[in-house]
């Protein structure tokens, strides 16, 4: 039995997961400048200490409603892709959970194509389904493009 | 250090370390040898040649590398002929080494790409090596010169490790063509790694001219040779240079400068914080290079050091300057502030850093110019011209990433220059000028910019054959070609699928034109401009940025957003706007701008990026923008602000949005998006196009097209009619009751003179039954001529289309050329000459006089 360490997340009240190593640093997604003509999906670029972070909102990415009016201020999650650096905006962050590899499982056959690519498996908690995301399509710009 | 090639192949470190090396080599080679067939009694330079084509030999017999060997040797046994004066040295014999160098580059190619020598058959060229050296007479008709691949070695390997091709040769090189500037011994160009090594195995077989002629090495100090034998020869060159009595001075100023420099070309790289005293001190014992007289030099110390950690350590400054930039922003809304001291040295330290750092980037300008002695003397041969190459400036440094970049366009300058700038050697003589024709090449620094300048004193560019060609190609209609001063048909060589070459060579004119160089420079911020005088010569100038990792940009306002855009690319601003003197125009839908009599076509910086216009936003300006042989006007809403910027990349899932280029912290903090002036320009050319608008610089037809802009109105009975854009001066829309008549005629004052106004059907039923209602808008047409101008009222303008004009049916009524489909649909072509005469007719019937006596009637 091995453990591995997630960062739970919750976008759209779903819970999600992302393997805790890949996860750079939790911050609020401020002074975004929008970039024009770009997908929809991109929030916009900001300044991070001095890094130039390109912020994807999680919810357009995952084909979620809006956040609704007068929710709290979303966070973002860290990641570099290709060497880019990338926040993902989400609700907000839960916990670090250790996970037991028994317990994932393969993703279900019937999820919709945008979420299929991107979800790397599933966990079976207690109370709810745990969905682990894969930074790396969620973020790489082929896959954006198909979605 | 393990190079991978683009191949995909591990090369063994030492068959890569051998191709580094030999490259260096061979580069230094090609020069040499043009300078010793220019001067055979230069002893040193033979020596160095013999040298270096040694080492190779030696290292080929070592690595087992038999074919390389063969050809080596023989080559080096010519050589070796030359050396003790038993053969003459002619162009001949030079040629053939020369041939034998670029066999050996071919193989070399082949074994960086499979790391095994390539098959092949060099029998013809050793026997032809033999030959001579046996002082037989040669044909070379019967060697095959072989295409030696650009780059043959460098070239090959990946760029982020290898971005430099052979720099330390290339410096090396430079300093072989002038010692006296004492150039060899500039930071990082004898390479000093090779030096240690060269310590190291100082008692290499090549000590005594004995063994050199033998050539047979010992693979025992072969091996430990191997390093060596090449750096002897940088040794060699550095005591050339160190005999220059210029030396020392040179060196000493140069130390002050260069203690930081290291320069950054792989796999050379090489640091030098020492100054390299000893190498001076020590020019004699070249003669019989001693191991222990060489030990002396190991005091100077050089590391090498990759691009990928000095790319690394350019990265970090640049935010550092960023986050500089930030602390002086918080600290300047502090009164009270205990950091302003500590801030202020900070703020210095990070500034000098800078400096180092990027200096560690800069290279000799030479470094591009290495290859050229052997370019301008095989087209000296090919083309039967004694031409002489000048090069002043080497030294100029300049980043290593531009230094790539012009690397190509440059060389096919001076292919130009020497090929269709410079007559034959018998017209030379015919006209009284020397029998050499001179090409220079010159490098200075001006400003945050290098200037270069390639200029030759041959017959210049030849004005009226340009003027035709224009036409012929359709570049520019006669009208225009009338208003072009010489200097401006010049420059329209610099214009896409343009090219005056009578006689394609072999070398030049392989379709690669001046545009391709003149693209390639402006996409890296440079400008090129050229003068050419009749007789005595052309120079072209280009002016290029010294770095592209910071850049000067004009920080601007659109859409409640910033922008920032660089400055190379914004010729001028103007102010437009509701109380300012040049004001944004419409022609159907396409915006325009009148500046200096020309129309300027312009794009809205945030319709354009989809940005809702803020509503208090309505000062506006213009920035000029020229990219390439396009030049558009950029509507901003503010110009906020200018600053250096230092260039990010975006990431890459925000690729495909082209019309950024990067993006940078600004000193408050905010990111701020890069616009890319060539994508806006594209962008713009499709707007331009869907609009079917003009751009005034380069009016009508793109090359190779023979479209016209047509203006498309309706104007009296029957079909649309359509003149040419070219031959109208302005669009007016004025009060029709401002036209007055009188005696049948038409006339309105315009421009503080009276102008007849024309109409189509020639009776003004039109303008006066409008005019009898109440007044309406009346568009006009205002054609000039020669101290004139008239206006011809149409009825209703309709759209501004590109087309060819080809005339389908003659005309039957004067006035009209004849029909043509524009568009689409059967247009009447409008005699504009016709019109013309009318015009100047009404003049003639009544000479300008005082408005005020002849009072409408109307």
């Known amino acids: ?147 | 250090m393990r190079t991978l090639s683009t191949t995909g192949y591990i090369v063994d470190d030492l068959i890569s370390e051998f191709l580094t090396e030999t490259a260096e080599s061979l580069e230094v080679v090609d020069s040499e040898l043009v300078r010793f067939e220019a001067n055979p009694n230069e002893r040193k330079t033979l020596d160095n040649i013999f040298r270096l084509v040694h080492t190779v030999k030696g290292t080929c017999g070592f690595l087992g590398l038999s074919r390389l060997e063969a050809v080596a040797h023989a080559g080096e046994t010519l050589l070796g002929r030359f050396r003790d004066g038993k053969l003459d040295v002619t162009p001949v014999a030079v040629t053939l080494v020369l041939h034998s160098i670029d066999r050996i580059k071919v193989i070399l190619a082949g074994l960086e790409a499979t790391g095994n020598e390539p098959d092949g058959d060099d029998h013809d060229l050793i026997a032809q090596l033999e030959a001579m050296a046996e002082g037989q007479a040669v044909d070379l008709s019967t060697v095959k010169a072989v295409e030696v691949p650009d780059r043959p070695i460098n070239g090959e390997i990946e760029p982020a490790v290898f971005n430099g091709p052979a720099l330390g040769a290339g410096a090396l090189g430079v300093g072989d063509i002038d010692p006296a500037t004492g150039r060899a011994l500039r930071p990082g160009e004898v390479a000093e790694a090779d030096l240690e090594a060269a310590f190291a195995a100082a008692d290499g077989p090549d000590d005594t001219p004995t063994t050199l002629q033998a050539g047979d090495i010992d693979p025992a100090t072969g091996r430990a040779l191997r390093l060596g034998e090449v750096s002897e020869a940088d040794l060699e060159a550095a005591f050339a240079a160190a005999e220059s009595p210029d030396w020392m001075n040179e060196a000493t100023s140069d130390v002050e400068v260069s203690q930081p420099v290291a320069p950054s070309a792989p796999p050379v790289t090489a640091i030098k914080p020492a100054v390299p005293t000893p190498p001076a001190k020590a020019p004699e014992p070249m003669a019989g290079l001693g191991g222990e007289d060489a030990q002396g030099i190991a005091t100077t110390q050089s590391i090498r050091v990759s691009v990928d950690v000095l790319e690394g350590l350019m990265t970090l400054v640049s935010e550092m300057v960023l986050t500089r930039n930030q602390l002086l922003q918080i600290s300047r809304t502090r009164e009270d502030s205990a950091f302003a001291t500590p801030l202020q040295r900070l703020s210095t330290l990070t500034g000098e850093l800078q400096d180092s750092v990027m200096k560690t980037r800069m290279q000799p300008i030479g470094a591009a110019w290495k290859k050229l002695p052997r370019l301008v003397r095989d087209l000296s041969y090919e083309l039967g011209k004694k031409i002489d190459l000048v090069m002043e400036g080497e030294g100029t440094e300049l980043d290593r990433q531009v230094l790539e970049l012009i690397r190509d366009p440059l060389t096919h300058m001076v292919r130009n220059s020497a090929d269709h700038g410079l007559e034959g050697t018998q017209e030379r003589i015919d006209l009284g000028k020397p029998a050499t024709g001179t090409v220079k090449l010159s490098a200075f620094h001006e400003g945050g910019y290098i200037v270069i300048r390639i200029s030759d004193n041959g017959r210049g560019l030849n004005t009226p054959r340009i003027r035709e060609k224009l036409l012929e190609k359709g570049l520019v209609t006669r009208n225009e070609l009338d208003t072009l001063s010489d200097q401006q048909v010049q420059r329209y060589i610099f214009a896409p699928g343009f090219s005056t070459a009578a006689a394609v060579t072999n070398l030049s004119g392989r379709g690669v034109g001046m545009d391709v160089v003149r693209t390639n420079i402006e996409q890296i911020g440079g400008q090129i401009d050229l003068l050419s005088v009749p007789g005595s010569g052309t120079t072209f100038t280009i002016k290029i940025p010294l770095t592209l990792a910071i850049v000067s940009a004009l920080i601007v306002g659109a859409g409640g957003q910033k922008f920032a855009v660089p400055q190379t690319s914004v010729m001028e601003l103007v102010r437009t706007g509701q109380n300012a003197e040049h004001k944004i125009e419409k022609i159907n839908d396409a915006l325009v701008l009148r500046l200096r009599n020309k129309l300027l076509p312009l794009v809205q910086l945030g319709p354009t990026l989809q940005l809702e216009a803020a509503k208090d936003e309505d000062a506006t300006f213009v920035m000029v923008i020229q990219v390439g042989e396009r030049r558009y006007g950029l509507v901003v809403n503010d110009v906020l602000d200018t600053e250096e910027i230092v260039v990010k990349p975006l990431a890459t899932i925000l690729r495909d949005v082209n019309v950024f280029s990067g993006a940078t912290i600004l000193g408050d903090g905010s990111v701020v998006l890069i616009l890319d002036p060539n994508a806006m320009s594209e962008r713009a050319g499709n707007m331009l196009e869907e609009k079917a608008s003009e751009d005034t610089e380069d009016t009508t037809a793109h090359a190779g097209s023979e479209k016209v802009a047509m203006l498309l109105f309706r104007a009296g009975s029957g079909a649309p009619k359509a003149v040419e854009l070219a031959h109208i001066t302005r669009l007016e829309h004025i009060e029709s009751d401002k036209i007055e008549m009188m005696e049948g005629r038409a006339a309105l004052q315009y421009r503080g003179k009276l102008m007849p106004i024309l109409t189509v059907s020639s009776d003004f039923s039109g303008l006066l039954s409008s005019s009898r209602e109440e007044a309406h808008v009346q568009p006009l047409l205002v054609f000039t001529g020669e101290g004139y101008a008239m206006g011809l009222a149409v009825d209703e303008i309709v759209d501004v289309v590109e087309d060819q004009m080809t005339i389908e049916l003659s005309a039957d009524r004067p006035g009209v050329r004849g029909t043509a489909i524009i568009a689409g649909r059967a247009c009447e072509i409008l005699d504009v000459d016709y019109y013309h005469l009318r015009g100047l007719a009404e003049h003639q019937r009544h000479p300008v006089s005082h408005v005020s006596s002849e009072r409408a009637v109307a």
């Open chain 1, 1 to 147: 039995m091995s453990l591995k360490d997630y960062v739970t997340l919750r976008v759209g009240g779903q819970l999600f997961g992302v393997d805790a190593a890949r996860v750079h640093d939790v911050f609020h997604p401020r002074g975004l400048t929008p970039v024009p003509l770009s997908r929809s999906e991109i929030a916009g670029v900001l300044n991070l200490r001095g890094r130039i972070v390109t912020a994807v909102c999680a919810r357009r990415r995952l084909g979620l409603p809006p956040r609704e009016e007068g929710a709290p201020e979303p966070l973002a999650i860290g990641l570099e892709v290709h060497g880019d650096s990338y926040g993902l905006v989400i609700d907000s962050v839960d916990e670090v959970l250790k996970l037991d590899d028994e317990k994932f499982h393969a993703p279900p056959g019937n999820l919709p194509p945008r979420w299929a690519e991107i979800i790397v498996g599933v966990y079976q908690l207690e109370k709810e389904l745990l969905i682990v995301l894969d930074p790396h399509t969620l973020l790489d710009a082929a896959h954006l493009k198909a979605a």
